[in-house]
């Protein structure tokens, strides 16, 4: 280079090589070991996690296909693990907001999955009926 100009005839590096003082040796993981994080926060997660989810469950209180008590329990479940993984997780750029997401959304699957019965199984388990 020659005043900021390319030089014709000579190649013009792409990346610098790292040094060994350029390379960060904390640099953090995805998932890390939960640091102090305050009651008051947690617990304002939970609140709203559960409260959001409890209120989404209505819909299937509304239609027979939960009770209220599972209903809360379902919800006061996904509140925990929201909980949980936003307390255990680092969001510092999209991919890893991505991937929160997407554990997030496993999270409630699983928990949608093992909690939530169609309403014709509910039907027979009323009836004392086997599957």
């Known amino acids: 280079m020659l005043n900021g100009q390319p030089v014709a005839g000579r190649s013009i590096p792409l990346a610098a090589t790292p040094t060994a003082s350029s ?3 904390n640099s953090p993981a995805f998932i890390q070991v939960p640091q102090f994080t305050s009651v008051s926060s947690i617990a304002t997660t939970l609140t709203v996690a ?3 989810s409890i209120g989404s469950n209505l819909v299937d209180v509304r239609n027979g296909s939960m009770t209220m008590g599972q209903a ?3 919800g006061m479940a996904k509140g925990a693990a929201v909980s949980l993984i936003l307390s255990s997780t680092v ?5 890893q907001i991505g991937l929160a997401a997407g554990i997030l959304a496993g999270a409630g699957y699983m ?3 093992v909690m939530k019965k169609s309403k014709r199984d509910l039907c027979r388990i009323e009836d004392g009926l086997e599957k």
Request: proline share 0%; net charge positive; hydrophobic share 45%.
């Open 23 to 25: 390379i960060r040796t």
């Open 111 to 113: 928990i949608d999955s």
């Open 91 to 95: 969001r510092s750029n999209a991919l």
């Open 50 to 52: 559960s409260a959001a």
């Open 72 to 74: 809360v329990a379902n």
